[in-house]
């Protein structure tokens, strides 16, 4: 039982000749007194225990939270780099294709034109050998 001021307040210790306590209910008064100091030092004992136990895990948490921080800023940038590098090859990939595009595209407008130069040529031939005949 907690040691309380109602407790105290409580107790009746009757006196002897109006002058003096009785030795066995002081007694008992201060056997209580002293039990109820006794768990509550070790109430407070254990609490303070465990108050350190709680500051030296929070300790701990702020530098695991110190580490994960560090850690997704390196991963971060390393993501950023690594998106920028695929950008600028896809970029240069893209402007290899439009070049490849424009140099097929020259290609065929050439092609088409020597055909079409090659049609006429055969043509003209024809009506020649037509006209002659």
Do not use: F, H
């Not at 920028?84 to 097929?104: F, G, N, P, V």
């Amino acid at each position: 039982m907690a040691l309380s001021r109602s407790k105290i307040d409580g107790y009746m210790i009757p006196t002897v000749k109006g002058k003096y306590y009785e030795k066995g209910v002081v007694d008992a008064l201060l056997m209580d007194i002293a039990n109820d100091a006794d768990e509550t030092l070790t109430e407070l004992s254990s609490a303070r225990r465990r108050v350190n136990e709680l500051e030296k895990r929070e300790e701990s948490i702020a530098q695991a939270l110190v580490i994960v921080r560090e850690l997704s800023e390196q991963i971060l940038s390393k993501a950023k780099a690594e998106a920028e590098k695929i950008i600028m090859e896809s970029t240069a990939k893209q402007l290899e294709i439009e070049q490849e595009i424009a140099r097929l595209e020259n290609l065929k407008s050439a092609y088409r034109e020597d055909l079409e130069t090659e049609i006429k040529n055969l043509m003209a031939d024809l009506l020649t050998k037509v006209k002659s005949e």
